[in-house]
């Protein structure tokens, strides 16, 4: 059975970091391209950022760009998202995706994931 599972968040205060983890079990993902992305209350859901197969290539919002750094571990199966500057903004319910197997490249759209994790909650205080 595959399964994604985001861990990492919390209450943290405007201006610091976290760091998401996703761990994927069930098979390997390291042909699979991944992203995360995340909901707040009342709003629809939104893509945060996409790592390719390798971790070579990387995309992320304009919203984050800058701040928020996506990166994976293939041979732990893992992929992290590191959040630095964090804003009020940012507060939200953060979920990993995966693409199925041999679809390497990232994507900016969450049709295009057929995994998905049950989200952990960043909430950043002002």
């Known amino acids: 059975q595959v399964q994604l599972v985001e861990s990492g968040g919390e209450l943290v205060q405007a201006g610091g970091s976290l760091r998401l983890s996703c761990a994927a079990s069930?098979?390997?993902?390291?042909?699979?391209?991944m992203g995360w992305f995340r909901q707040a209350p009342e709003k629809e859901r939104e893509f945060v950022a996409t790592?390719?197969?390798?971790?070579?290539?990387?995309y992320y919002a304009d919203s984050v760009k800058g701040r928020f750094t996506i990166s994976r571990d293939n041979a732990k199966n893992t992929m992290y998202l590191q959040m630095n500057s964090l804003k009020p903004e940012d507060t939200a319910a953060y979920y990993c995706?995966?693409?199925?197997?041999?679809?390497?490249?990232?994507?900016?759209?969450?049709?295009?994931?057929?995994?998905w994790g049950q989200g952990t909650q960043v909430t950043v205080s002002s």
């Open positions: 790592i390719n197969w390798s971790g070579g290539s990387t």
């Open positions: 069930g098979r390997t993902f390291s042909s699979s391209a």
């Open positions: 995706a995966a693409r199925k197997r041999y679809s390497g490249s990232g994507s900016y759209y969450a049709r295009e994931y057929e995994y």
